[in-house]
T-cell receptor, first 114, second 116 residues
Framework: AQSVTQLDSQVPVFEEAPVELRCNYS??????LFWYVQYPNQGLQLLLK??????LVKGINGFEAEFNKSQTSFHLRKPSVHISDTAEYFC????????????FGRGTSLIVHP | GAVVSQHPSWVICKSGTSVKIECRSL??????MFWYRQFPKQSLMLMAT?????????EQGVEKDKFLINHASLTLSTLTVTSAHPEDSSFYIC????????????FGPGTRLTVT
């Protein structure tokens, strides 16, 4: 079975600073990888996904992530954050050829300070 | 495209009553819908998977007699919390998956349930 580890439960950062949210996964087979954002009292919105091909994936709101197969990681990055990026971020993995039901990490709370 | 709605967005009910939450795919046909539960500051916990026209598949530890799921059409699934208790208070999120992109789910905005 696959699993996802988000190493940081909370990441505080100042506005306009860069940020990296870490995600590592475990799976014995090929996977799809996702990052979602959740604003307070809302559902999940897809930021970006890796299905195949280029390991650098660009998403919405200026976010990008890089798939690193050897390190089984899919870290999310943004070069300059805004106050409005304050939210909960979830990394998820699903197995290719399986049920495609994603397994979610526990989430990372990004807190952007002015 | 790929919009999923939930109704109501929040609901307060008394202990012992039942409450129904609707999940609709607005612009696509959802062959599979998922129901999640989320506690404060925690991740999503998958409760059940439902395919249109068939019985839902519940995850281990989820009481199927308490959380009734119906997926009667390709655009509507409902979750009914029966005989609700305060411990059922939570944020319930549905998601839907279409025919074309089996690897991606589209999430609804969630329903905040408070049982008093």
């Amino acid at each position: 079975a696959q699993s996802v580890t988000q190493l940081d439960s909370q990441v505080p950062v100042f506005e306009e600073a860069p940020v990296e949210l870490r995600c590592n996964y475990s799976s014995s087979v090929s996977v799809y990888l996702f990052w979602y954002v959740q604003y307070p009292n809302q559902g999940l919105q897809l930021l970006l996904k890796y299905l195949s091909g280029s390991t650098l994936v660009k998403g919405i709101n200026g976010f990008e992530a890089e798939f690193n197969k050897s390190q089984t990681s899919f870290h999310l990055r943004k070069p300059s954050v805004h106050i409005s990026d304050t939210a909960e971020y979830f990394c998820a993995v699903s197995v290719k050829g399986g049920s495609y039901i994603p397994t979610f990490g526990r989430g990372t709370s990004l807190i952007v300070h002015p | 495209g790929a919009v999923v709605s939930q109704h109501p967005s929040w609901v307060i009910c008394k202990s012992g009553t039942s409450v129904k939450i609707e999940c609709r795919s607005l612009d696509f046909q959802a062959t599979t819908m998922f129901w999640y539960r989320q506690f404060p500051k925690q991740s999503l916990m998958l409760m059940a998977t439902s395919n249109e026209g068939s019985k839902a598949t519940y995850e281990q530890g989820v009481e199927k007699d308490k959380f009734l799921i119906n997926h009667a059409s390709l655009t509507l699934s409902t979750l009914t919390v029966t005989s609700a208790h305060p411990e059922d208070s939570s944020f319930y999120i549905c998601s839907a998956r279409g025919l074309a992109e089996h690897y991606e789910q589209y999430f609804g905005p969630g329903t905040r349930l408070t049982v008093t």
